[in-house]
């Protein structure tokens, strides 16, 4: 199945809930399943967690959020595993 197959959110519409949802969340972080129950919590959220990962990505190199690996930014062009997302905190 290709992503053609399955309607995705549009890219800054996914963008801005994506960054709406970690506000909500203030300075914790959300992992991807998190924030793709938030925006399909009724749908097949599945769907979401790659397009997530991608979207925080772009964000992440943008300096909008930041990708933490076992509590640690992480660079976002090279991460494995589980992450979290969170908010640039402004100490």
């Known amino acids: 199945m290709n992503t053609q197959d399955s309607p995705q959110p549009a890219a800054a519409s996914l963008e801005d809930a994506l960054l709406s949802i970690l506000a909500k969340a ?3 972080t959300l992992s991807a399943p998190e924030i793709a129950h938030a925006i399909a919590p009724e749908g097949d959220w599945h769907g979401l967690l790659m ?5 925080a990505v772009a964000l992440a190199m ?3 959020l930041v990708i933490y690996r076992k509590g640690k930014p992480a660079d976002p062009a090279d991460f494995r595993g589980v992450y979290r997302l969170g908010l640039p905190r402004h100490d």
């Open 51 to 55: 397009p997530i990962r991608r979207t």
């Open 62 to 64: 943008a300096g909008r």
């Open 26 to 28: 203030g300075s914790g």
